[in-house]
């Protein structure tokens, strides 16, 4: 049967590929690592943009992926169709094949074909297919070597020639688009039908130019194919649906979120728009969480901040009378923990943050609705840009969902006036006058006062983890419930050279005591250190408050920005003084290493470097940190870290015997204490970039603890111990490969056996037959074994392999007639489509099993027996 689940069409997918060469390459994460990648991974082919730029050697000539994406902002926003279509999805998976330099249009054409009509049983049709209206070699091939018929191939404009940006690779594309049928829309097909009628479901790329500065379009010196097939458009199509929602996997979300918040799908049409969107943003923040994006004002962390509160804005909508985004994201874990085992891993961490995330934008939601509220009464047909940007400034509402909300009452938002008060704060923040308030300073301004006021913030945080310290300013923060809090002294370590800022807590003694938790450490002006600050709305200049740095915390931060230091050294030891750092990122959970090296480290690489990391550990050598002038640093060999900007007089840490940094952050007294560090994984993130995630102290011992729990259930499936499951696997795959040999080899026996039969009962040197049990492929090799028995001239098969579909296969020998127009003539009976062109050699497929018998009696008529 064909695939119908999530899962299965998956799997199928990428078996089919892998069976036809194709390297099978897991799904990168969200964030791309490439600077000329967009904010998010939207495509397939973003993890493979190193390869089609040039700067690196693709490790294959093919592959095949299954790549999470998510499109929100920039060029591809679905985010407001969102729900109120049957097709957009903020998250979704891309399907693609790849070749580089190997295969060009005619097998891609090839492959996509048959995987649609073949595997997945799909009608012929009912697929249109669209060609860049230059690009005739591609319309020829779809019509000569698929069973698309020349009207049913449309030459389009723009929208199929692709481009990576204004200058780099492009070329022509090709579309494959599903009719859905009349009920939903215009005929006309994907230029003039109906846009849900009509839906893309595979694009394919055949990037053969480099587009230059001037517009130019040069050859490039080989062609390479990039597609993909969106896994979610596919699923309605094979489980019979019209909409993305109602496949497995979204259906099962919507369900979860009508137990949380007590609607109904189907009971309104507005409340099945908001089931939908906590459906899709579900998968979306869930993903983008795991993946190490934060809620914030910024870049990606402003994008999740957004669906998240999106997604809350719904559920409060529908009732909802408690939490229920954490809830949501169990249930995606659990969905989607077939295909991504990894979400399980950082399930704990996505709740947490999707619980304060909820209860903070509540807090806003409950604010800013009265407010908006008021703004919309009494007939109001428009928002201003000032009550816009008032409810983005006082309440931290999003201009979008001031929008969203506005647009459900009918009103509209002056966008382009608020955009003009945005671009005033930012003048503001620059040091310019707010004439609108009332010449308050700039943010920047008033940083700067505090500084020269107060003077530099001295940081004590070396020798303790608290103090006693006066505030000397207090500055509002943009987000709600948050202050910017500046002492005179601080023990907290503010974010810089990779190393996260500290967190812990502030509080004030006596009648009046308070605590507020202090959840971000940085710099808001050089020298002057920031504390975010949580539940501090009481805390007032010139209070004396005592300062508690969260020891575990940062204790944590210590153990990962020392193993930086060893690791930088054994990577040099290995590699030579030329390898530098290029970036890092010290976190409490794990650290990440940037340096420039030409080629992946091996697996012997990897065991070396972790090695030479563990005997300095093991060695437990003394930490040591001493200032000297610059000079004298460089001198005695110190090397400087990525990004890091060091005075006259510089602070240089002695890891060991062996490592020498210059470095600002905090570290262990000795590096026994970091207790073991692993490398978890190692990649490309641009021409000659690796980058190393690795894990320390109990982090790292919790992932030995899971690799060897993965050990033992692989033994335990295999029955063997787990020194054994190595060989034991060897066994399994030889095994299976002998079962291969023996079934392809029983196969050919059985064809010529059949072939022999049926050319027995050939009519005039003409075999027609029904054969069921078999798919196309094979139908069509036991048709072309029974042409070559002496005597045969035509042969006409037909049969269902799995009793929902039928297949169909005509071959004649040179001079017998025209296969193409034989099937085309009777694929109309079994419900399908097909054909081709060749005279010699036709398929067709459909999906009427009970009309088999009369295809047959058909195809002797039309062969004369």
């Not at 018929?149 to 070329?171: I, Y």
């Not at 929902?804 to 085309?824: F, Q, T």
């Amino acid at each position: 049967m064909p695939p119908t689940t999530a899962d299965e069409v998956r799997a199928a997918f990428l078996r089919f590929f892998t069976d036809r060469q194709h390297v099978l390459v897991p799904s990168a994460g969200l964030i791309p690592a490439h600077p000329a990648a967009p904010l998010f991974t939207n495509a397939g082919m973003v993890p493979f943009i190193p390869y089609f730029l040039g700067e690196e050697p693709a490790p294959f000539l093919r592959a095949t992926s299954s790549q999470r994406c998510v499109r929100v902002r920039g060029k591809h926003d679905d985010i407001d169709a969102i729900g109120r279509t049957t097709r957009h999805l903020t998250f979704f998976e891309m399907l693609g094949n790849f070749s580089f330099g190997d295969y060009f249009k005619a097998e891609a054409i090839a492959h996509a074909w048959s995987f649609l009509t073949g595997v997945l049983g799909i009608g012929a049709d009912r697929l249109w297919v669209t060609v860049h209206h230059t690009d005739d070699e591609a319309f020829e091939l779809w019509t000569s070597l698929t069973a698309v018929p020349a009207e049913r191939v449309q030459r389009l404009g723009s929208d199929n020639f692709w481009e990576m940006g204004p200058t780099g690779p492009c070329g022509p594309s090709s579309e494959i688009f599903y009719d859905k049928g009349p009920e939903l829309g215009d005929d006309g097909g994907p230029e003039h039908g109906g846009v849900e009628r009509f839906v893309e479901v595979w694009n394919l790329v055949f990037m053969s130019f480099f587009r230059q500065a001037d517009g130019t379009l040069d050859p490039l010196p080989r062609n390479n194919i990039d597609t993909g097939a969106g896994l979610e458009r596919l699923l309605p199509i094979v489980q019979d649906t019209t909409s993305v929602f109602d496949t497995d996997v979204l259906r099962g979300l919507i369900a979860t979120a009508e137990q949380l918040t007590g609607a109904s799908y189907g009971a309104g049409a507005e409340d099945d728009v908001s089931l939908r969107i906590l459906a899709d943003h579900a998968r979306a923040f869930t993903f983008l969480i795991a993946d190490g994006v934060v809620p914030s004002n910024t870049e990606r962390g402003y994008v999740l901040r957004r669906i998240i509160r999106r997604a809350v804005r719904h559920a409060q909508r529908l009732g909802a009378q408690r939490p229920v985004l954490a809830a949501m994201s169990s249930a995606v874990v659990a969905a989607m923990l077939a295909s991504a085992p990894e979400l399980a891993t950082f399930a704990g961490t996505v709740a947490e943050t999707l619980d304060r995330e909820e209860h903070r934008f509540q807090e806003t939601l409950t604010l800013g609705l009265g407010t908006l509220d008021q703004l919309m009464a009494g007939g109001t047909t428009e928002i201003s840009g000032a009550d816009a940007f008032r409810l983005h400034d006082t309440f931290g509402f999003p201009v979008d969902l001031t929008r969203e909300i506005a647009a459900d009452h009918g009103v509209s938002v002056d966008v382009a006036g608020f955009d003009e008060a945005m671009a005033a704060q930012r003048q503001q923040a620059r040091g310019a006058t707010d004439q609108a308030s009332g010449g308050e300073p700039g943010r920047a301004d008033r940083y700067q006062a505090i500084l020269d006021e107060a003077g530099r913030t001295e940081f004590i945080g070396y020798t303790t983890n608290e103090a006693e310290a006066t505030v000397v300013g207090v500055v509002p923060s943009e987000m709600p419930g948050v202050v910017e809090v500046f002492t005179d002294r601080t023990p907290f370590y503010a974010e810089g050279g990779g190393q996260l800022g500290d967190h812990g807590t502030m509080t004030r003694r006596g009648g009046d005591a308070g605590t507020a938790r202090v959840v971000d450490t940085n710099m808001a002006v050089a020298g002057l250190v920031r504390h975010v600050v949580e539940g501090g709305a009481w805390i007032r200049p010139g209070q004396s408050l005592l300062l508690r740095v969260d020891g575990d915390h940062r204790a944590a931060l210590r153990r990962s920005h020392t193993a930086t230091h060893l690791l930088h050294w054994a990577l040099r030891t290995m590699f030579g003084d030329s390898l530098r750092q290029q970036g890092s990122l010290v976190a409490p959970d794990q650290l990440r290493f940037d340096f420039n090296h030409h080629a992946p480290l091996t697996t012997d690489d990897l065991a070396a470097l972790e090695d030479l990391v563990a005997a300095q550990i093991m060695g437990d050598r003394p930490v040591r940190v001493e200032e000297m002038p610059k000079a004298e640093a460089v001198a005695a060999g110190a090397i400087s870290f990525f990004g890091e900007k060091y005075g006259d007089v510089v602070r240089v840490v002695r890891a060991g015997d062996e490592s020498v940094e210059l470095c600002g952050g905090t570290h262990v007294s000795s590096l026994g204490e970091i207790g073991g560090m692993l490398v978890r994984s190692e990649s490309s993130i641009g021409s000659n970039l690796r980058r190393l995630e690795a894990v320390t102290g109990l982090a790292a011992r919790a992932e030995v603890r899971r690799r060897t729990a993965l050990l033992a259930d692989i033994a335990g499936a295999l029955r063997v111990s787990p020194d054994e499951a190595p060989d034991a696997l060897r066994r399994l795959q030889e095994h299976s490969r002998a079962a291969d040999r023996a079934r392809r080899s029983l196969e050919v026996e059985v064809d010529a056996g059949m072939a022999s039969r049926l050319a027995a009962e050939a009519v005039g040197g003409t075999v027609v037959a029904r054969c069921d049990g078999r798919d196309q492929g094979s139908l069509r090799t036991l048709a072309l074994a029974v042409r070559q028995v002496g005597g045969v001239h035509a042969v006409a098969l037909v049969g269902t392999p799995d009793q929902r579909s039928v297949a169909l296969v005509v071959a004649l020998a040179d001079g017998a007639g025209d296969a193409a127009a034989i099937a085309k003539q009777v694929a109309p009976v079994i419900g399908g489509g097909g054909g081709g062109r060749d005279p010699r050699l036709a398929t067709a497929g459909g999906r009427l099993v009970d009309r088999i018998d009369d295809a047959v009696a058909v195809l002797r008529e039309q062969l004369g027996v």
